[in-house]
């Protein structure tokens, strides 16, 4: 199993401008050209451990952020 | 990966357009309405992992690989539970793992090769592998530390055009995950947000007894995932034919807890439940985890008022380890690293073309492929 880069030259049609290749379907190219998200970055997060408390609740105890 | 060196060719009929369409490659329409047209100038195979890093890094582009895909065999005890014998599976010696020790025999089924965690992988347990066609990706990275499922470290990161949910593509069900995941650059918790994977069984959140089940989680937890899957209901897609009556529609399922059931890739799953105001315990008998998601679904997927699902511009990210690439070389007398599970694989169009290369139309197709990456 070989895994294959190609060397392409675009032909000088694929440049040519939407109005004049009305024929072609240019949405799958619109579709496959968007920019891929990335996973959100948070902010870089400063703990203050006063900001925070245990609640409780049945057999569950979690930290949370004191209510303003 | 095998020891064959890689190869730099000039493409030897070169596609030119230029004077008019080509004809419509089988099975791919979209072509002739596709306004890109471009000559192949040149191909370079790469047949090692480290060749193609270095083209990775040197090109700055994705490398187009053509997999064969196998289903690999899972061995089940033949209990009733599988409705065995009578459910039509071939019935085989179990495999040497203790926990096998108590059953006379073992039924197989073969399983996609592509996990809900986005994970291809070839189990090397010597059982046959059927082939179950073959499929174009991309690879577009790749991660010398990220350790699969089954225990690989280090292999290629892959973009996909499958569309993640409960099922399609042949597959029971589908999964992935962003980039970022499998290069860890984004840990499983962060990941939640981006690619939240409800119909996979490893999203959903164990829970004790009915009391803890029921307990809202969501918000508790600082910064805390978008959702929390809890409670589950039946959906009993009827694909594992050999399981009767795993579910019904009138009780709830929380996940309780899984346990692993030998070194194959099975877990028991334990849940609670409740029905007509009853809670009660439920176990089903040893499983693949996207098994479950065949049997289940999360109850409440929104959030938001809008149906939660994998956003295809952000997850659709797979990974490949290095070691089950090399599984599935056609070429298995040239790499004695590989003998382990490649010699029962067959695939014709390799056979034909020992140069490990297909023929020219394949491999234009492959092209194609990749310029609609998002169409399945």
Redesign the interface.
């Known amino acids: 199993m070989t895994a294959t880069l190609f060397d392409i030259e675009w032909t000088k049609t694929s440049y040519l401008s939407k109005a004049n290749r009305s024929k072609f379907n240019y949405s799958l190219v619109e579709k496959s050209t968007f920019t891929l998200k990335t996973p959100h970055e948070h902010e870089p997060m400063h703990f203050d451990p006063t900001d925070f408390e245990i609640q409780r609740s049945g057999h569950w105890g979690a930290l949370t952020r004191k209510k303003a | ?2 020891e064959r060196p ?2 730099e060719t000039p493409f030897p009929r070169p596609v030119d ?2 004077a008019g369409r080509r004809p419509t490659p089988p099975g791919c329409p ?1 072509a002739q ?15 090692t992992s480290a060749d ?1 890093k270095a ?1 990775l890094v040197r ?1 700055g ?1 994705p ?6 895909e196998t289903n690999s065999a899972f061995y089940f005890p033949c209990t009733a539970a599988y409705s065995c014998p009578g459910n039509g599976k071939p019935i085989v010696n179990c495999p040497n793992d203790p926990v096998y020790k108590d059953y006379s025999s073992c039924f197989t089924d073969g399983k996609s090769m592509v996990s809900m965690k986005g994970e291809w992988f070839v189990k090397a347990n010597g059982a046959p592998m059927g082939q179950a066609g073959g499929h174009a990706i991309n ?1 577009v990275g790749y991660n010398d530390f990220h350790r699969d499922e089954w225990g690989n470290t280090g292999g290629f990161i892959l973009r996909n055009t499958w569309k993640d949910g409960k099922a399609g593509h042949g597959l029971m069900a589908v999964g992935s995950h ?4 499998f290069a860890h ?2 840990d499983e918790d ?2 939640k ?2 690619c939240p994977n409800p119909a996979n069984p490893r999203s959903w959140t164990e829970c ?2 009915l ?2 089940c029921k ?1 809202d ?1 969501d918000g ?4 805390g995932p978008p959702k929390t899957y809890r409670e589950l209901m039946c959906i009993n897609t009827g694909q594992i034919k050999y399981l009767k009556s795993p579910c019904d529609d009138k009780t709830s399922y929380w996940l309780k807890n899984r346990t692993d059931w030998g070194s194959e890739g099975l877990f028991v799953s334990c849940f609670v439940t409740e029905a007509g105001g009853k809670a009660g315990d439920v176990c089903l008998p040893p499983l693949t985890l996207d098994d479950l998601a065949t049997i289940f679904f999360p109850v409440d997927n929104t959030k938001d008022g809008k149906e939660i699902e994998n ?1 295809m ?2 997850c659709g990210f797979n990974f490949i380890s290095c070691a089950s ?1 090399a599984c ?3 070429f298995p007398h040239t790499n004695p690293h590989t003998s382990c599970c490649a010699p029962q694989i067959h695939n014709p169009r ?1 056979s034909q073309h020992p140069s ?2 297909g023929d020219g139309d394949a ?1 234009r197709h ?2 194609d492929q990749n ?5 399945g």
Request: net charge negative.
């Open positions: 990966m095998r890689s190869t357009l230029s979209a309405v596709n306004p890109l047209e471009f000559k192949i100038n040149r191909i370079h195979d790469y047949a193609i083209a090109s582009r490398l187009a690989l053509g997999v064969t690879i962003s980039w970022k995941f650059m984004v962060d990941e947000y981006s004790a007894d009391e803890a307990h989680i508790d937890v600082l910064e956003d511009m952000q690439l599935l070389d056609p390799h490990g290369r491999l492959r092209v310029l609609v990456p998002l169409q």
